[in-house]
């Protein structure tokens, strides 16, 4: 959070992006528990009084810190045998030796079937109080959690408006604009940070914009929209 590419507007986003997700598991009887702190602590307090079994997280294509810090809890993991599974993130591959097969690879996962979660039969354990207390760490700065009305709000339902408005009525705009900074904050989608903070995956972007294609009156731009998603992803692999 120190990190000199970290900024309080990052954080905020991520804060009412969480915020969003407790409510949602509120309806499931659960909750969410949010650590200000480092992880390896956390784990290990969590590991010394519940023994975990698994632990499941998206592959981070971050900097060296987050790279770091990955190495650290897969070390946890083989120490503990614990099994962590993480899933791909928006068709990059970690340690990808070439890249002659990654086109394919992008096109074959932004195609398959999402993979949807039954939201029943859950097994919901609720921490103790005292005990989390003593490990949540300091609270957060208000900077943080108070709602700035100058920023795109966090959180999977803004990510579903922002990319319905695009497809429906912004996107007539999107290819005269978008090398435009003023006009290109009406006429580009504005997803970008619901896709960096996982909001909305980028295999619904392209399943969504793919849908709607054949009815819209701008193919045009949403066949260059649909590029860029892939452009996004070669960059980052």
């Not at 590991?47 to 790279?67: L, M």
Request: charged share 20%; proline share 3%; glycine share 4%.
């Amino acid at each position: 959070m120190a990190y000199a590419d970290a900024d309080q507007r990052h954080w905020r986003f991520i804060y009412e992006s969480l915020q969003e997700m407790r409510v949602k598991l509120k309806e499931l009887n659960a909750d969410l528990y949010v650590f200000h702190s480092e992880v390896l602590p956390v784990l290990e307090a969590l590991q010394e009084r519940y023994q975990i079994q698994q632990i499941f997280s998206h592959v981070e294509v971050g900097n060296q810190i987050t790279f770091d810090r990955d190495l650290a809890v897969q070390q946890f993991c083989h120490h503990f045998s614990v099994n962590w599974k993480e899933s791909p993130l928006n068709g990059v591959i970690r340690k990808l030796k070439s890249r002659k097969t990654w086109q394919g690879n992008w096109q074959e996962t932004m195609t398959m079937q999402p993979k949807l979660v039954a939201e029943t039969g859950w097994k919901i354990l609720q921490l103790n109080a005292d005990f989390y207390d003593s490990l949540k760490g300091p609270t957060l700065a208000a900077e943080m959690t108070t709602r700035n009305k100058n920023f795109q709000q966090g959180g999977e339902y803004w990510a579903w408006r922002y990319l319905d408005s695009f497809i429906k009525e912004r996107a007539v705009n999107y290819s005269r604009h978008i090398s435009k900074p003023l006009l290109s904050r009406k006429s580009c989608s504005r997803l970008s940070p619901y896709l960096a903070y996982g909001n909305i995956s980028m295999r619904m972007v392209y399943q969504y914009t793919s849908q709607h294609y054949g009815a819209s009156e701008n193919k045009r731009a949403l066949s260059n929209f649909i590029s860029r998603l892939h452009w996004h992803c070669h960059f980052m692999q």
